[in-house]
């Protein structure tokens, strides 16, 4: 019904107004595109109604085109904000714990996203064994030094084991974490 009353519309402003018709259907794109994408948005926010619809393929191409490049940027800030594109998962509790320096009171306080695998099927079982594996986490911390854990190789190689230790935890027939990530990391 829509298509049938915009070919008629289109006919008609043909037929009759010839260069109002030329300014409605050449000049106007650039209106009519903002009018559409402004339409789509307030759609994918609720609201808007479908009676709007653009009378220029060439305006749908463009409008189509400038969505998706929105999307791709969209994408490419949340990969970069996300940490590498991966969902940042379930966050866990922060860690304090002492660290195992010799005749000294150092502490280290962290906090860990997990990025599992399958999330749908994998956080039931990280929340049932939280208790397990912040008592692994925890011991595993505590038999670390200041130095151990200095520079991006230390946190590189801890990073490894955590995700070893939370893997063993979970299950022992399957990785389930894909990665972990220190959201933060402070010795004193």
Sequence with gaps: MKSKLLIIIVAILLLAGGGGAYYFLVLGKKESAEAKKKDHHEEEEGGGDEAHASLDPQADAAN??????????????????????????????PFVVNLADPGSRRYLRMNL??????????????????????DAVLLLLSSKTAAQLQGPEGKTALRQELIEQVNQVLTKKKKVVKNLYFTEFLIQ
């Design 64 to 93: 189509k085109k400038a969505d998706e490049e929105g999307e791709e940027e969209e994408e490419a800030a949340e990969e970069h904000r996300g940490g590498h594109g991966e969902n940042n998962g379930p966050r866990i509790d």
């Design 113 to 134: 996203s997990i990025a599992l695998k399958k999330p749908a099927e994998d956080e039931p079982l990280l929340q049932a064994r939280m208790p397990q594996l912040r």
